[in-house]
């Protein structure tokens, strides 16, 4: 500790020999607005300070900073900044880090260098007007809520950074972060439901690439989204994310079915995992019925605008599974809806793009944040209100600001 102490007082008097070194174009008399007390602004204008921690003999254990800046105001904002960030930065690959105890280096040097070399009135005006320094990267509530509804409107992550300036990759991490939490915030709120009449569907995308390149490319390859939706109320209670196949039909009306109070009629399309899934989740507490569409055969070599668009219906049949259910109320239309309005609000999903997502944890994500936003936020034309507030499940329409504090942002 002693030589730790010996070397800040020689560094204490060579502080004054600060040379200049230009490391990226810009003038040589910066002015002061460019080094304001704020390290946001330090480093928006492009200013690198090259901190190294020297104890060889020849330099009697002196401790250097080598700053851009000469004149004495601009000296101390150098050393301010060095203080409060330049150690945590340097302290890993320092010679110092194997003299002074973990916990102690960082705050015996914050001592040392603010109380002997540093005008503590600049230092107050420093704590005074930056308060937030030490989380910089961190976007205003502000920019959260723009950057969180356009992703819910349907915008792309680079068109989002054009508009907002905000980088993609943070735009990426907030999605993220605000995509589990809204998964949370779903499982938390979608309980004891008293819905009568559901409708479900599976709508399709792919990650990384699709199937019949995935193994090549290594990528996840096809991925489908179960939706379950209240026809009344439109609400969205439950879905789920995988492939399509009997294992993830099973946990998505296991699922369903847990946040189910009474006894409910289904209505879906003639997948033939969904009869075994819903006798698994539901037992004899449930009226089932499937709708069963045959469509016509497509022309093979057929130009592209035949081919992406969908095949004419030619016979449309109710029928059935369990239970007595309303045939009249037999339908997957509220549903199959839905499955258009997530992929326009959805940009993943978005076809012919390549907006799709590359990481399963992403897109899981973002479906995430779009049933949030449209059972929460987003006001239904037929309702005159959000869907949980038909369901009963909150008494007012929430914001995107707030949906976002939700989230813990």
């Known amino acids: 500790m002693s030589e730790f102490i010996i070397a800040a007082e020689a560094y204490g008097n060579t502080l004054n020999q600060n040379w200049v070194r230009k490391l990226i174009g810009k003038p040589v008399a910066a002015t002061t607005p460019d080094c304001e007390f704020d390290s946001r602004r330090i480093h928006s204008q492009n200013f690198n300070y090259e901190i190294c921690l020297s104890f060889s003999a020849v330099d009697s254990k ?29 302290e890993n690959t320092s010679p110092l880090a194997f003299r002074v105890p973990t916990l102690g280096r960082p705050t015996l040097f914050f001592i040392i260098i603010v109380y002997k ?13 930056n308060k937030e320094n030490d989380m910089a990267n961190i976007l205003k509530t502000e920019k959260k809520v723009t950057v969180i509804s356009m992703l819910c409107e349907g ?12 980088q993609k990759k943070t735009i990426g991490r907030l999605a993220l ?44 390859g ?53 009869e075994d899934a819903i006798e698994r989740g539901f037992g004899s507490e449930v009226d089932y019925g499937q709708v069963v569409k045959t469509y016509s055969l497509t022309p093979v070599g057929k130009a592209a605008a035949v081919r992406y668009s969908p095949a004419e219906v030619v016979q449309v049949e109710k029928t059935v599974v369990r239970g007595m259910p309303d045939k009249n109320r037999i339908c997957t239309s509220h549903v199959e809806k839905q499955n258009h309005t997530l992929r326009m609000h959805c940009r993943r999903l978005t076809r012919l793009t390549n907006a799709f997502s590359k990481k399963f944890e992403n897109f899981q994500a973002a479906v995430a944040l779009n049933f949030a936003y449209y ?7 037929s309702l005159r209100m ?24």
């Open 62 to 90: 002196t401790l250097r900073i080598h700053s851009d800046l000469l004149r004495r105001d601009l000296a101390i904002a150098a050393r301010i900044n060095f203080a409060s960030g330049g150690v945590k930065r340097a």
């Open 117 to 129: 070399y540093v005008d503590l009135n600049v230092l107050s005006v420093y704590i005074n007007v």
């Open 155 to 166: 915008a792309s992550i680079r068109s989002i950074e054009r508009v907002t300036g905000v």
């Open 177 to 220: 972060r605000i995509g589990e939490a809204c998964a949370k915030i779903m499982d938390e709120k979608m309980r004891d439901l008293n819905c009568k009449q559901i409708e479900v569907d599976e709508i399709w995308g792919f990650i990384g690439a699709k199937q019949k390149n995935a193994n090549r490319n290594g990528a996840y």
């Open 222 to 274: 096809d991925v489908w989204t179960f939706i379950a939706l209240d026809a009344e109320t439109k609400l969205i209670p439950s879905y789920v994310v995988g492939k399509r196949d009997a294992y993830h039909t099973r946990a998505f009306m296991s699922d369903l079915a847990a946040r189910l109070k009474n006894r409910v009629q289904i209505s879906s399309d003639s997948l033939a995992t969904y």
């Open 375 to 381: 059972n929460f936020c987003k006001t239904h034309n």
């Open 386 to 409: 959000t869907p949980a507030m038909a369901a009963g499940i909150v008494q007012s329409h929430w914001t995107v600001e707030e949906l976002i504090k939700r989230c813990g942002e």
